[in-house]
Protein backbone atom coordinates (compact mmCIF):
# COMPACT_ATOMS: atom_id res chain seq x y z
CA UNK A 1 0.00 0.00 0.00
CA UNK A 2 2.75 2.27 0.73
CA UNK A 3 4.11 1.75 -2.49
CA UNK A 4 0.68 2.91 -4.32
CA UNK A 5 1.02 6.27 -2.20
CA UNK A 6 -0.68 5.64 1.05
CA UNK A 7 1.35 7.19 4.43
CA UNK A 8 0.70 5.64 7.48
CA UNK A 9 0.30 7.58 10.86
CA UNK A 10 0.85 4.63 13.16
CA UNK A 11 1.30 0.89 13.07
CA UNK A 12 -2.23 -0.13 14.27
CA UNK A 13 -4.13 -2.30 11.77
CA UNK A 14 -7.22 0.04 11.86
CA UNK A 15 -5.43 2.24 9.93
CA UNK A 16 -4.51 -0.16 7.43
CA UNK A 17 -7.73 -1.50 7.66
CA UNK A 18 -9.39 2.30 6.77
CA UNK A 19 -6.56 3.13 3.78
CA UNK A 20 -6.80 -0.56 2.34
CA UNK A 21 -11.21 0.15 2.44
CA UNK A 22 -10.47 3.49 0.63
CA UNK A 23 -8.30 1.62 -1.99
CA UNK A 24 -10.15 -1.52 -2.88
CA UNK A 25 -13.68 -0.83 -1.56
CA UNK A 26 -15.23 -4.09 -0.10
CA UNK A 27 -12.28 -6.06 -2.20
CA UNK A 28 -9.80 -5.61 0.54
CA UNK A 29 -11.50 -8.28 2.29
CA UNK A 30 -10.38 -10.83 -0.01
CA UNK A 31 -6.63 -9.09 0.26
CA UNK A 32 -6.89 -10.21 4.17
CA UNK A 33 -5.29 -13.05 5.97
CA UNK A 34 -6.33 -12.98 9.80
CA UNK A 35 -9.39 -11.85 11.88
CA UNK A 36 -11.60 -9.46 12.36
CA UNK A 37 -15.14 -7.72 13.12
CA UNK A 38 -15.51 -4.34 11.96
CA UNK A 39 -17.58 -1.41 11.68
CA UNK A 40 -16.99 1.29 9.17
CA UNK A 41 -18.82 4.22 7.91
CA UNK A 42 -18.44 5.47 4.50
CA UNK A 43 -19.36 8.79 4.63
CA UNK A 44 -19.48 8.95 0.16
CA UNK A 45 -22.04 6.59 0.07
CA UNK A 46 -23.74 7.43 3.70
CA UNK A 47 -23.46 3.82 4.72
CA UNK A 48 -22.54 1.54 7.72
CA UNK A 49 -20.01 -1.59 6.38
CA UNK A 50 -20.11 -4.65 8.60
CA UNK A 51 -17.94 -7.36 8.46
CA UNK A 52 -16.49 -10.50 9.81
CA UNK A 53 -13.47 -12.40 8.53
CA UNK A 54 -13.59 -15.78 6.25
CA UNK A 55 -13.76 -18.42 9.59
CA UNK A 56 -16.24 -16.12 11.87
CA UNK A 57 -13.60 -16.15 14.52
CA UNK A 58 -14.39 -12.60 15.73
CA UNK A 59 -18.36 -12.82 16.75
CA UNK A 60 -20.27 -9.49 15.77
CA UNK A 61 -23.67 -9.04 16.96
CA UNK A 62 -26.50 -6.69 15.56
CA UNK A 63 -30.72 -6.35 16.41
CA UNK A 64 -33.10 -3.70 15.38
CA UNK A 65 -35.16 -1.94 18.12
CA UNK A 66 -37.50 1.33 17.66
CA UNK A 67 -36.13 1.29 13.74
CA UNK A 68 -32.21 1.33 15.58
CA UNK A 69 -29.88 -0.51 14.70
CA UNK A 70 -27.22 -1.64 17.50
CA UNK A 71 -24.40 -4.09 16.91
CA UNK A 72 -21.72 -5.58 19.48
CA UNK A 73 -19.09 -7.90 20.15
CA UNK A 74 -21.35 -9.36 23.21
CA UNK A 75 -25.01 -9.62 23.72
CA UNK A 76 -24.89 -8.32 27.08
CA UNK A 77 -24.15 -5.10 25.48
CA UNK A 78 -27.19 -5.13 23.46
CA UNK A 79 -29.20 -6.43 26.06
CA UNK A 80 -28.31 -3.46 28.33
CA UNK A 81 -28.61 -0.78 25.20
CA UNK A 82 -32.28 -1.72 24.38
CA UNK A 83 -33.36 -3.38 27.94
CA UNK A 84 -33.40 -6.86 27.99
CA UNK A 85 -37.42 -7.20 28.56
CA UNK A 86 -36.96 -6.48 24.84
CA UNK A 87 -35.98 -9.24 23.58
CA UNK A 88 -38.04 -12.79 23.59
CA UNK A 89 -36.26 -16.62 24.33
CA UNK A 90 -35.17 -18.13 20.86
CA UNK A 91 -37.11 -21.75 21.53
CA UNK A 92 -35.38 -23.28 19.01
CA UNK A 93 -31.97 -22.49 19.77
CA UNK A 94 -32.66 -24.17 23.38
CA UNK A 95 -34.38 -27.18 21.71
CA UNK A 96 -31.55 -27.80 19.10
CA UNK A 97 -28.93 -27.25 21.95
CA UNK A 98 -30.39 -29.59 24.30
CA UNK A 99 -31.40 -32.37 21.61
CA UNK A 100 -28.65 -32.60 19.35
CA UNK A 101 -25.93 -30.11 20.98
CA UNK A 102 -26.64 -27.99 18.03
CA UNK A 103 -25.36 -23.85 18.73
CA UNK A 104 -25.52 -21.26 16.90
CA UNK A 105 -27.17 -22.43 13.77
CA UNK A 106 -28.58 -19.78 10.87
CA UNK A 107 -26.47 -17.35 12.76
CA UNK A 108 -29.26 -17.14 15.47
CA UNK A 109 -28.08 -16.91 19.07
CA UNK A 110 -30.69 -17.45 22.25
CA UNK A 111 -32.59 -14.58 21.48
CA UNK A 112 -34.69 -14.06 18.98
CA UNK A 113 -34.24 -10.68 17.78
CA UNK A 114 -30.55 -11.40 18.14
CA UNK A 115 -28.73 -12.16 15.04
CA UNK A 116 -24.92 -12.80 14.09
CA UNK A 117 -23.32 -11.34 10.67
CA UNK A 118 -22.27 -14.44 9.34
CA UNK A 119 -18.89 -15.35 8.71
CA UNK A 120 -17.09 -14.23 5.51
CA UNK A 121 -19.61 -11.36 4.92
CA UNK A 122 -20.15 -7.76 4.77
CA UNK A 123 -23.24 -5.81 4.56
CA UNK A 124 -23.91 -2.00 3.67
CA UNK A 125 -27.08 -0.81 6.02
CA UNK A 126 -28.51 2.68 4.95
CA UNK A 127 -30.03 5.36 6.85
CA UNK A 128 -33.05 3.47 6.18
CA UNK A 129 -31.59 0.12 7.53
CA UNK A 130 -32.04 -1.42 4.45
CA UNK A 131 -29.32 -4.33 4.21
CA UNK A 132 -27.62 -5.04 1.66
CA UNK A 133 -25.11 -8.59 2.43
CA UNK A 134 -22.89 -10.49 0.29
CA UNK A 135 -20.16 -12.98 0.85
CA UNK A 136 -16.75 -12.05 -0.54
CA UNK A 137 -15.45 -15.73 0.40
CA UNK A 138 -16.80 -19.16 0.52
CA UNK A 139 -15.73 -22.67 0.66
CA UNK A 140 -14.52 -24.75 -2.07
CA UNK A 141 -17.69 -27.40 -2.66
CA UNK A 142 -15.95 -29.33 -5.25
CA UNK A 143 -12.91 -31.10 -4.59
CA UNK A 144 -10.30 -32.79 -6.52
CA UNK A 145 -10.07 -36.34 -8.12
CA UNK A 146 -7.17 -38.47 -6.72
CA UNK A 147 -6.50 -38.62 -11.13
CA UNK A 148 -6.00 -34.19 -10.67
CA UNK A 149 -2.82 -34.34 -7.69
CA UNK A 150 -0.97 -37.13 -6.52
CA UNK A 151 -0.89 -37.90 -2.78
CA UNK A 152 2.76 -36.74 -2.55
CA UNK A 153 2.34 -33.74 -4.18
CA UNK A 154 -0.82 -33.05 -2.29
CA UNK A 155 1.50 -33.66 1.33
CA UNK A 156 4.38 -31.42 0.06
CA UNK A 157 1.80 -28.32 -0.56
CA UNK A 158 -0.02 -29.28 2.44
CA UNK A 159 3.33 -28.94 4.59
CA UNK A 160 4.48 -25.90 3.10
CA UNK A 161 1.44 -24.68 3.60
CA UNK A 162 1.38 -25.08 7.67
CA UNK A 163 4.72 -23.85 7.82
CA UNK A 164 3.72 -20.37 6.01
CA UNK A 165 0.66 -20.12 7.99
CA UNK A 166 2.10 -20.60 11.85
CA UNK A 167 5.16 -18.43 10.63
CA UNK A 168 2.45 -15.50 9.55
CA UNK A 169 1.22 -15.93 13.05
CA UNK A 170 4.23 -15.47 15.21
CA UNK A 171 4.66 -12.03 13.90
CA UNK A 172 4.43 -10.18 17.64
CA UNK A 173 5.82 -8.05 19.64
CA UNK A 174 5.44 -9.91 22.71
CA UNK A 175 6.12 -13.67 24.16
CA UNK A 176 3.85 -16.48 21.97
CA UNK A 177 3.49 -19.51 23.59
CA UNK A 178 1.93 -22.83 22.47
CA UNK A 179 -1.27 -24.95 24.08
CA UNK A 180 -0.45 -28.44 23.66
CA UNK A 181 -2.93 -31.35 24.63
CA UNK A 182 -0.73 -34.52 22.84
CA UNK A 183 -3.10 -34.79 19.63
CA UNK A 184 -2.07 -34.31 16.16
CA UNK A 185 -2.89 -31.15 15.58
CA UNK A 186 -1.55 -29.16 18.60
CA UNK A 187 1.73 -31.53 18.45
CA UNK A 188 1.85 -30.66 14.89
CA UNK A 189 2.32 -27.00 15.04
CA UNK A 190 4.64 -27.58 18.12
CA UNK A 191 6.85 -29.78 15.95
CA UNK A 192 6.80 -27.27 12.74
CA UNK A 193 7.93 -24.23 15.16
CA UNK A 194 11.05 -26.07 16.70
CA UNK A 195 12.21 -28.74 14.20
CA UNK A 196 11.49 -26.93 11.20
CA UNK A 197 11.65 -22.81 12.13
CA UNK A 198 14.16 -23.79 14.77
CA UNK A 199 12.39 -21.51 17.48
CA UNK A 200 12.23 -22.08 21.01
CA UNK A 201 8.96 -21.51 23.21
CA UNK A 202 7.30 -22.72 26.20
CA UNK A 203 4.16 -25.00 25.71
CA UNK A 204 1.51 -25.39 28.14
CA UNK A 205 -0.53 -28.80 28.66
CA UNK A 206 -3.62 -29.53 31.00
CA UNK A 207 -3.36 -32.59 33.54
CA UNK A 208 -6.31 -34.23 35.46
CA UNK A 209 -5.36 -37.02 37.05
CA UNK A 210 -8.53 -39.95 35.93
CA UNK A 211 -7.09 -42.11 33.60
CA UNK A 212 -9.24 -41.31 30.60
CA UNK A 213 -9.30 -38.15 31.09
CA UNK A 214 -5.19 -37.18 31.06
CA UNK A 215 -3.43 -36.78 27.42
CA UNK A 216 -0.58 -35.42 29.40
CA UNK A 217 1.82 -38.43 28.67
CA UNK A 218 1.44 -38.09 24.95
CA UNK A 219 1.64 -34.07 25.43
CA UNK A 220 4.58 -34.77 27.32
CA UNK A 221 6.32 -37.17 24.72
CA UNK A 222 5.94 -34.25 21.89
CA UNK A 223 7.58 -32.38 23.39
CA UNK A 224 10.20 -34.15 24.86
CA UNK A 225 10.67 -35.13 21.02
CA UNK A 226 11.39 -31.65 20.43
CA UNK A 227 14.54 -31.27 23.15
CA UNK A 228 15.18 -28.26 24.56
CA UNK A 229 13.97 -25.96 22.23
CA UNK A 230 10.67 -26.81 24.13
CA UNK A 231 9.97 -25.37 28.22
CA UNK A 232 7.30 -28.14 28.72
CA UNK A 233 4.47 -27.23 31.76
CA UNK A 234 2.12 -28.69 33.35
CA UNK A 235 -0.63 -27.13 35.33
CA UNK A 236 -3.95 -29.29 37.06
CA UNK A 237 -7.22 -28.05 37.98
CA UNK A 238 -9.54 -29.26 40.54
CA UNK A 239 -12.69 -29.75 40.00
CA UNK A 240 -13.39 -26.81 42.36
CA UNK A 241 -12.19 -24.67 40.02
CA UNK A 242 -15.29 -23.63 37.65
CA UNK A 243 -17.58 -22.98 40.98
CA UNK A 244 -14.88 -20.48 42.32
CA UNK A 245 -15.45 -18.30 39.23
CA UNK A 246 -18.80 -19.89 38.33
CA UNK A 247 -20.81 -16.57 38.62
CA UNK A 248 -18.62 -14.56 36.45
CA UNK A 249 -18.07 -17.35 34.06
CA UNK A 250 -21.60 -17.97 33.22
CA UNK A 251 -22.10 -13.75 32.65
CA UNK A 252 -18.79 -13.73 30.20
CA UNK A 253 -20.22 -16.74 28.51
CA UNK A 254 -23.63 -15.51 27.73
CA UNK A 255 -25.00 -18.42 25.92
CA UNK A 256 -25.16 -22.22 27.40
CA UNK A 257 -22.09 -24.15 26.31
CA UNK A 258 -21.26 -27.51 26.14
CA UNK A 259 -18.81 -28.54 28.57
CA UNK A 260 -17.30 -26.49 31.25
CA UNK A 261 -14.13 -27.70 29.51
CA UNK A 262 -14.15 -24.23 28.32
CA UNK A 263 -13.61 -23.10 31.16
CA UNK A 264 -10.50 -25.04 32.13
CA UNK A 265 -9.51 -23.33 28.57
CA UNK A 266 -9.80 -20.16 30.10
CA UNK A 267 -7.37 -21.08 33.01
CA UNK A 268 -5.03 -22.44 30.77
CA UNK A 269 -4.68 -19.20 28.69
CA UNK A 270 -5.17 -17.28 32.05
CA UNK A 271 -1.36 -19.34 33.38
CA UNK A 272 0.38 -18.58 30.06
CA UNK A 273 -0.72 -14.53 30.59
CA UNK A 274 0.61 -14.97 34.30
CA UNK A 275 3.76 -16.25 32.98
CA UNK A 276 4.18 -13.29 30.52
CA UNK A 277 2.83 -14.16 27.44
CA UNK A 278 0.05 -12.68 25.53
CA UNK A 279 0.28 -14.99 22.29
CA UNK A 280 -1.16 -18.63 22.42
CA UNK A 281 -1.21 -20.50 19.29
CA UNK A 282 -3.16 -23.63 19.50
CA UNK A 283 -4.89 -26.18 17.40
CA UNK A 284 -8.52 -25.32 15.94
CA UNK A 285 -9.46 -26.32 13.19
CA UNK A 286 -7.33 -29.44 12.30
CA UNK A 287 -10.48 -31.23 12.80
CA UNK A 288 -13.14 -29.66 10.69
CA UNK A 289 -10.98 -29.14 7.46
CA UNK A 290 -9.13 -32.94 7.69
CA UNK A 291 -12.35 -34.63 8.87
CA UNK A 292 -10.68 -35.88 12.50
CA UNK A 293 -14.14 -36.84 14.36
CA UNK A 294 -14.43 -39.95 13.07
CA UNK A 295 -17.75 -40.79 15.11
CA UNK A 296 -19.15 -37.80 12.51
CA UNK A 297 -17.11 -38.76 9.16
CA UNK A 298 -16.35 -42.30 9.28
CA UNK A 299 -20.33 -43.14 8.69
CA UNK A 300 -20.71 -40.63 5.90
CA UNK A 301 -17.04 -41.72 4.04
CA UNK A 302 -18.87 -44.96 3.52
CA UNK A 303 -21.60 -44.14 2.26
CA UNK A 304 -19.61 -41.70 -0.25
CA UNK A 305 -17.46 -44.99 -1.29
CA UNK A 306 -20.37 -46.74 -2.00
CA UNK A 307 -21.78 -44.03 -3.99
CA UNK A 308 -18.71 -43.67 -6.06
CA UNK A 309 -19.17 -47.86 -6.57
CA UNK A 310 -16.22 -47.90 -4.65
CA UNK A 311 -17.09 -51.26 -3.48
CA UNK A 312 -13.57 -53.19 -2.25
CA UNK A 313 -12.39 -49.73 -1.12
CA UNK A 314 -15.87 -49.46 1.19
CA UNK A 315 -14.93 -52.95 2.71
CA UNK A 316 -11.33 -52.35 3.50
CA UNK A 317 -12.34 -49.25 5.15
CA UNK A 318 -14.63 -51.02 6.90
CA UNK A 319 -12.18 -53.41 8.14
CA UNK A 320 -9.60 -50.95 8.42
CA UNK A 321 -11.35 -49.31 11.29
CA UNK A 322 -12.88 -52.40 13.01
CA UNK A 323 -9.38 -53.17 13.43
CA UNK A 324 -9.10 -50.71 15.67
CA UNK A 325 -12.57 -50.17 17.02
CA UNK A 326 -14.73 -53.17 16.82
CA UNK A 327 -17.99 -51.85 18.46
CA UNK A 328 -17.45 -48.70 17.12
CA UNK A 329 -17.19 -50.36 13.42
CA UNK A 330 -20.36 -52.19 14.48
CA UNK A 331 -22.53 -49.22 15.01
CA UNK A 332 -21.19 -47.63 11.63
CA UNK A 333 -21.83 -50.31 9.73
CA UNK A 334 -25.39 -50.83 11.06
CA UNK A 335 -25.97 -46.91 10.89
CA UNK A 336 -24.55 -46.88 7.61
CA UNK A 337 -26.95 -49.51 5.93
CA UNK A 338 -29.72 -47.85 7.62
CA UNK A 339 -29.03 -44.70 6.19
CA UNK A 340 -28.85 -46.13 2.91
CA UNK A 341 -32.25 -48.30 2.89
CA UNK A 342 -34.02 -44.87 4.56
CA UNK A 343 -33.88 -43.37 1.55
CA UNK A 344 -36.97 -45.08 0.41
CA UNK A 345 -39.75 -43.17 1.80
CA UNK A 346 -41.73 -46.23 2.94
CA UNK A 347 -38.55 -48.06 4.54
CA UNK A 348 -38.18 -44.87 6.62
CA UNK A 349 -41.44 -44.61 7.76
CA UNK A 350 -41.71 -47.78 9.05
CA UNK A 351 -38.18 -48.08 10.52
CA UNK A 352 -38.76 -45.23 12.65
CA UNK A 353 -40.52 -46.61 14.72
CA UNK A 354 -37.84 -48.84 15.62
CA UNK A 355 -34.25 -46.61 15.29
CA UNK A 356 -35.68 -43.21 16.35
CA UNK A 357 -34.47 -41.60 19.51
CA UNK A 358 -37.79 -40.62 21.65
CA UNK A 359 -38.20 -36.77 22.42
CA UNK A 360 -36.19 -35.64 25.79
CA UNK A 361 -38.25 -36.50 28.15
CA UNK A 362 -37.28 -33.47 30.42
CA UNK A 363 -37.88 -30.16 27.78
CA UNK A 364 -41.40 -28.58 27.74
CA UNK A 365 -43.61 -26.83 25.40
CA UNK A 366 -41.35 -27.13 22.32
CA UNK A 367 -44.12 -28.66 19.80
CA UNK A 368 -43.91 -25.91 17.22
CA UNK A 369 -39.90 -25.86 16.86
CA UNK A 370 -38.64 -26.77 13.43
CA UNK A 371 -37.12 -30.47 13.17
CA UNK A 372 -33.98 -29.19 10.91
CA UNK A 373 -32.70 -31.02 7.74
CA UNK A 374 -29.19 -31.75 8.50
CA UNK A 375 -26.12 -32.36 5.82
CA UNK A 376 -25.95 -36.03 4.77
CA UNK A 377 -23.26 -36.44 2.23
CA UNK A 378 -19.46 -36.38 3.16
CA UNK A 379 -18.93 -33.20 1.36
CA UNK A 380 -21.85 -31.49 2.89
CA UNK A 381 -21.14 -32.36 6.37
CA UNK A 382 -17.62 -30.94 6.23
CA UNK A 383 -19.04 -27.59 4.73
CA UNK A 384 -21.28 -27.44 6.98
CA UNK A 385 -18.92 -28.57 10.17
CA UNK A 386 -16.90 -25.89 8.83
CA UNK A 387 -19.14 -23.17 9.38
CA UNK A 388 -22.58 -23.26 11.01
CA UNK A 389 -22.56 -26.46 12.72
CA UNK A 390 -19.19 -26.82 14.68
CA UNK A 391 -16.99 -23.82 14.43
CA UNK A 392 -18.92 -20.92 14.53
CA UNK A 393 -19.70 -21.95 18.17
CA UNK A 394 -16.03 -23.11 18.78
CA UNK A 395 -14.83 -19.55 17.67
CA UNK A 396 -17.07 -17.75 19.90
CA UNK A 397 -16.88 -19.86 22.82
CA UNK A 398 -12.88 -18.59 22.15
CA UNK A 399 -13.03 -15.66 21.19
CA UNK A 400 -14.88 -14.48 25.25
CA UNK A 401 -12.69 -16.73 26.62
CA UNK A 402 -9.81 -15.19 25.39
CA UNK A 403 -10.20 -11.85 25.39
CA UNK A 404 -11.46 -11.99 28.67
CA UNK A 405 -8.11 -12.13 29.91
CA UNK A 406 -6.69 -10.56 27.77
CA UNK A 407 -5.02 -12.98 25.63
CA UNK A 408 -4.57 -13.17 22.06
CA UNK A 409 -4.63 -16.65 19.95
CA UNK A 410 -3.61 -17.45 16.91
CA UNK A 411 -4.88 -20.69 14.96
CA UNK A 412 -2.80 -21.42 11.56
CA UNK A 413 -5.15 -24.18 10.68
CA UNK A 414 -7.58 -21.63 9.82
CA UNK A 415 -5.38 -19.65 7.68
CA UNK A 416 -8.05 -19.58 4.68
CA UNK A 417 -5.35 -20.79 2.46
CA UNK A 418 -4.87 -24.00 4.20
CA UNK A 419 -9.01 -24.38 4.23
CA UNK A 420 -9.18 -23.69 0.44
CA UNK A 421 -6.57 -26.55 0.06
CA UNK A 422 -7.93 -29.14 2.40
CA UNK A 423 -11.48 -28.84 0.77
CA UNK A 424 -10.04 -29.26 -2.29
CA UNK A 425 -8.36 -32.64 -1.42
CA UNK A 426 -10.13 -35.91 -2.43
CA UNK A 427 -12.07 -37.69 0.40
CA UNK A 428 -9.79 -40.55 0.22
CA UNK A 429 -6.52 -38.48 0.88
CA UNK A 430 -7.92 -37.44 4.57
CA UNK A 431 -9.68 -41.00 5.59
CA UNK A 432 -7.13 -44.15 4.39
CA UNK A 433 -6.82 -47.38 5.97
CA UNK A 434 -9.02 -46.63 8.85
CA UNK A 435 -7.22 -43.75 9.64
CA UNK A 436 -8.22 -39.67 9.90
CA UNK A 437 -6.63 -37.03 8.91
CA UNK A 438 -4.04 -39.78 6.99
CA UNK A 439 -2.83 -37.01 4.87
CA UNK A 440 -1.55 -34.96 8.27
CA UNK A 441 -0.38 -37.61 10.00
CA UNK A 442 2.19 -38.45 6.56
CA UNK A 443 2.83 -35.03 6.20
CA UNK A 444 4.40 -34.99 9.87
CA UNK A 445 5.51 -39.05 9.84
CA UNK A 446 9.28 -37.57 9.66
CA UNK A 447 8.55 -34.72 12.40
CA UNK A 448 6.41 -36.60 15.14
CA UNK A 449 6.86 -39.80 17.23
CA UNK A 450 5.46 -42.62 15.73
CA UNK A 451 2.93 -42.82 19.03
CA UNK A 452 1.69 -39.58 17.99
CA UNK A 453 0.90 -39.93 14.82
CA UNK A 454 -0.61 -43.68 15.14
CA UNK A 455 -2.34 -43.03 18.01
CA UNK A 456 -5.57 -44.57 18.05
CA UNK A 457 -7.47 -43.19 21.03
CA UNK A 458 -8.40 -39.42 20.15
CA UNK A 459 -9.62 -37.61 23.05
CA UNK A 460 -9.68 -33.94 22.04
CA UNK A 461 -8.92 -31.98 24.96
CA UNK A 462 -11.05 -34.55 27.21
CA UNK A 463 -12.85 -33.59 30.96
CA UNK A 464 -14.02 -36.15 33.40
CA UNK A 465 -17.20 -34.83 33.02
CA UNK A 466 -19.30 -37.26 35.23
CA UNK A 467 -17.14 -37.47 37.79
CA UNK A 468 -16.96 -33.33 37.73
CA UNK A 469 -21.20 -33.61 38.20
CA UNK A 470 -20.75 -36.11 40.56
CA UNK A 471 -18.54 -33.98 42.71
CA UNK A 472 -20.80 -31.06 41.96
CA UNK A 473 -24.08 -31.99 42.54
CA UNK A 474 -24.58 -30.22 45.97
CA UNK A 475 -23.54 -27.00 44.71
CA UNK A 476 -25.84 -27.43 41.31
CA UNK A 477 -28.89 -28.52 43.30
CA UNK A 478 -28.01 -24.93 45.26
CA UNK A 479 -27.87 -22.93 41.93
CA UNK A 480 -30.89 -24.41 39.99
CA UNK A 481 -32.72 -26.72 41.76
CA UNK A 482 -35.42 -24.33 42.63
CA UNK A 483 -35.98 -22.11 39.53
CA UNK A 484 -38.69 -21.55 37.83
CA UNK A 485 -37.31 -21.96 33.85
CA UNK A 486 -40.77 -22.33 31.90
CA UNK A 487 -38.93 -24.72 29.37
CA UNK A 488 -37.37 -27.26 31.58
CA UNK A 489 -38.64 -30.15 33.59
CA UNK A 490 -36.45 -29.17 36.56
CA UNK A 491 -37.94 -31.96 39.10
CA UNK A 492 -37.80 -34.49 36.89
CA UNK A 493 -34.32 -33.63 35.78
CA UNK A 494 -32.72 -34.06 39.55
CA UNK A 495 -35.04 -37.39 40.15
CA UNK A 496 -32.58 -38.60 37.09
CA UNK A 497 -29.61 -36.71 37.96
CA UNK A 498 -27.49 -39.41 39.21
CA UNK A 499 -28.58 -42.57 36.68
CA UNK A 500 -27.52 -39.41 34.14
CA UNK A 501 -24.06 -38.55 35.39
CA UNK A 502 -23.26 -42.30 34.35
CA UNK A 503 -25.68 -43.15 31.51
CA UNK A 504 -25.66 -39.56 29.56
CA UNK A 505 -23.39 -36.66 31.42
CA UNK A 506 -23.34 -34.52 28.07
CA UNK A 507 -27.51 -34.07 28.38
CA UNK A 508 -26.93 -33.54 32.09
CA UNK A 509 -24.58 -31.17 31.61
CA UNK A 510 -26.04 -29.56 28.49
CA UNK A 511 -29.57 -29.04 30.56
CA UNK A 512 -27.47 -27.80 33.96
CA UNK A 513 -25.50 -25.28 31.45
CA UNK A 514 -29.05 -23.38 30.40
CA UNK A 515 -30.55 -23.54 34.00
CA UNK A 516 -27.27 -21.78 35.09
CA UNK A 517 -27.67 -19.82 32.25
CA UNK A 518 -31.34 -18.68 32.69
CA UNK A 519 -30.76 -17.88 36.57
CA UNK A 520 -27.48 -15.64 35.87
CA UNK A 521 -28.22 -14.19 32.11
CA UNK A 522 -32.09 -14.28 31.80
CA UNK A 523 -33.53 -14.09 35.66
CA UNK A 524 -29.78 -11.95 36.60
CA UNK A 525 -29.82 -13.78 39.90
CA UNK A 526 -26.54 -14.10 40.90
CA UNK A 527 -25.06 -17.92 41.38
CA UNK A 528 -23.62 -19.65 44.49
CA UNK A 529 -19.64 -19.87 44.03
CA UNK A 530 -17.65 -21.77 46.16
Known amino acids: MEQKGHKFLTSSDTEVLVKAYKEWGVGCFQKFNGTWALSLYDMKEHKLLLSRDRIGKNPLYYTIQNNILYWSSEIKSLLHACG ?22 DNSTFWEEIHTLPAACYAFVDNSLNFQMDNYWTIPKERFEQSEITFDDAKKQLRNLLVDALEIRL ?18 LLALYTKVLNRSTVSFTVKFPQKGANEESFARMVAKSCGKLVDYRVIEPSFNDFWKDADEYIWLMEEPFHNPVVHIEQLLQKKLKSEGFGVIINGNGGDEIFAGYDYIYFQAYLDYLLRKSKYWAFIKESFSWGDKDLKAFIRTIRSTLIALLTYNSSIKNTMKKYVMKKENSFLQGFDDVEKRNIPKNFNEIMIGNMGQWLMNYWLRNGNKNYFAIPME ?122
Request: hydrophobic share 45%; proline share 6%.
Open 409 to 530: TRSPFLDYRLVEFAFRLPPEYLIHNGWHKFILRKAMEDLLPREIIWRINKMGFPFPLSEWLESSKHIIEKNVKIINCPYVDVEQLFEKYDILTKSNPDLLWRYISLLLWWKRVVLKQPLVSL
Open 171 to 188: RSDIPVGFALSGGMDSST
Open 84 to 105: ADTFSINKQAIYDYINHAWRDL
